[in-house]
T-cell receptor
């Protein structure tokens, strides 16, 4: 069972570079979300989607873009990386939002130098 | 606004001792409550959840949690801790209009032999 798959696991970027973090789920979940995890801050919601073609901002959306063209995929784009975006990024999916279990990927550790 | 407070940043217990991790939430309606565990370098795994009904819920790995509405608390307990329980534990509340989860900042558990 694949569940939620994130790629890459590790990435180093230079300031100003762009990249896309990939997230795919094979559970036919409607709800997908991206979080960032920083020491002492817990997990903070970046963007989320309640279904294909529908996205919205979370708590810390600045500097990130998302799209949801299919139910399975929910990529996160960094348009111009900044050192403040050094973090661990988690993608999650659930059947119907916060009243059901969220399944998390293994995370992407991103360093911006 | 919804929020989750985990008052203890770091707890150390001896193997075999009992454990209680505290969680307080702020939410206007009946909350959906979750505890997740994160082992080093891993994603988050659901330990247990509370939606309604019996206020004492059982989870995986021998954990349980009790919902106390009067105290706005959802504390996690385990009667006898094993060395493999060393991890970071996150309490989360859900139920918002868009179904987002709000996480606490986490409690790191260390286990002494």
């Amino acid at each position: 069972n694949a569940g939620v798959t994130q790629t890459p696991k590790f990435q180093v970027l230079k300031t100003g570079q762009s990249m896309t973090l990939q997230c795919a789920q094979d559970m036919n979940h409607e709800y997908m979300s991206w979080y960032r995890q920083d020491p002492g801050m817990g997990l903070r919601l970046i963007h989320y989607s309640v279904g294909a073609g529908i996205t919205d901002q979370g708590e810390v959306p600045n500097g990130y873009n998302v799209s949801r063209s299919t139910t399975e995929d929910f990529p996160l784009r960094l348009l111009s990386a900044a050192p403040s975006q050094t973090s661990v990024y988690f993608c999650a999916s659930s059947y119907a939002g916060s009243n059901t279990e969220a399944f998390f990927g293994q995370g992407t550790r991103l360093t911006v130098v | 606004a919804q929020s989750v407070t985990q008052p203890d940043i770091h707890i150390t217990v001896s193997e075999g001792a009992s454990l209680e991790l505290r969680c307080n939430y702020s939410y206007g309606a009946t909350p959906y409550l979750f505890w997740y565990v994160q082992s080093p370098g891993q994603g988050l795994q659901l330990l247990l959840k509370y939606f309604s009904g019996d206020t004492l819920v059982q989870g995986i790995k021998g954990f349980e949690a009790e919902f106390k509405r009067s105290q706005s608390s959802f504390n996690l307990r385990k009667p006898s801790v094993h060395w493999s329980d060393a991890a970071e534990y996150f309490c989360a509340v859900g139920g918002g209009s868009q179904g987002n989860l709000i996480f606490g900042k986490g409690t790191k558990l260390s286990v002494k032999p």
